[in-house]
């Protein structure tokens, strides 16, 4: 399977953006800028989709929580980017909500973002498709804690199994402080994946849809110090950081190539979620490559991954979520298909 590496803007007809009713939905789409005391720069991200949906000419209405769809908000489609929203697997919130009334929505549908958003679940479908993927093992809440089930490791990573941004990621040396992270993260009601440490780089595979899911060029996250987890406060700007980091385009064609190939293979199954990058850890020393997850619906900041990979494909900020309204509208039949 060869991955389709041509993904082009998509234009909403001016008409349909006069007629039809759209509704932007996240946590802080009514910040007016700068960094949020608790969630960084994702309120920047927000306060900056917002301001580019309203360069778009939409007729867009604009909430910041659930509420606003227990009844039917009154519009054609739905654009949520309120991913996370203060209790387990609420990922699936915005699409349930969404489909009891019946209104169509930007991204995957709520059984696929349940999936995507199970680490444990997306590392089954992974190994499936036949994608490398390393030992784990997920410590549900209410089940056994069973040194028996933990991969074979010298140093683990423990982290919520539908952690978000390397939220509450910590590491261990012994099985004893395994056990302990795991009760305590299932103190605070948490499912839990354990996994042993992989040394190497992030490469990100984003795709856009454009009538199916099509690969955006491939980054990688270039770091100096590969042994350091990487931690929520470092990814939202909460702390002040010296690792020098930095995402660039991944330019060895072949193993560009092989990667995009395993990529490929995890994007058709999910498809059609509109948008998502897909994780690899990748091991320079030795070529090995592993799934590490995917991140459906998720950062479109100017800052991140699918927004700076789309921008080396040629699209503006406007332009690559005009594309995804464009899709979300296409398949759900409220733009012809061949516009």
């Known amino acids: 399977m060869t991955p389709n590496t041509s993904p082009t803007p998509q234009n909403i007809p001016e008409q349909a953006k006069e007629q039809l009713k759209f509704l932007f939905l996240a946590k802080h789409a009514l910040w007016k800028g700068g960094l949020h005391p608790e969630d960084g720069n994702h309120a920047i991200y927000h306060h900056e989709v917002r301001k580019s949906l309203e360069n778009l000419g939409l007729n867009l209405s604009i909430a910041d929580n659930l509420e606003s769809l227990f009844e039917h908000p009154k519009v054609d489609l739905v654009f ?15 699409p349930l909500l969404s489909n009891m009334h019946g209104i169509p929505y930007v ?14 679940m997306s590392k089954m479908l992974a190994s499936h498709v036949g994608v490398p993927t390393a030992p784990w093992f997920c410590y549900r809440r209410g089940a056994p804690i069973n040194e028996s089930d933990c991969p074979k490791a010298d140093r683990w990573v423990i982290k919520p199994n539908a952690s978000s941004a390397s939220w509450a990621i910590s590491d261990a040396y012994s099985w004893s402080d395994v056990s302990r992270r795991i009760t305590e993260l299932h103190e605070e009601g948490h499912d839990v994946i354990v996994e042993p440490y992989l040394d190497g780089l992030d490469v990100q595979a984003a795709f856009l849809s454009v009538d199916g899911p099509k690969a955006l060029p491939m980054l990688i996250y270039e770091r100096e110090d590969t042994q350091t987890l990487w931690t929520y406060d470092q990814k939202r700007d909460l702390i002040a950081s010296n690792e020098k980091a930095s995402l660039q385009l991944l330019e060895q064609s072949d193993l560009a190539t092989k990667i995009g190939v395993m990529a490929s293979k995890i994007a058709r199954e999910f498809d059609p979620f509109d948008y998502g990058r897909i994780e690899f850890r990748l091991n320079r020393d030795t070529g090995e490559v592993n799934f590490i997850e995917i991140n459906l619906n998720c950062n479109l900041w100017s800052e991140k991954v699918v927004a700076k990979s789309a921008h080396m ?27």
């Open 80 to 94: 949520p980017i309120l991913n996370r929203c203060g209790f387990v697997n609420s990922e699936m919130m915005v």
């Open 313 to 339: 494909a040629g699209f503006s900020h406007e332009q690559l979520l005009e594309t995804i309204l464009h899709e979300a509208l296409r398949r759900n039949h409220l733009i012809p298909g061949n516009i």
């Open 107 to 120: 991204g995957a549908g709520p059984i696929m973002r349940g999936i995507g958003d199970d680490k444990a």
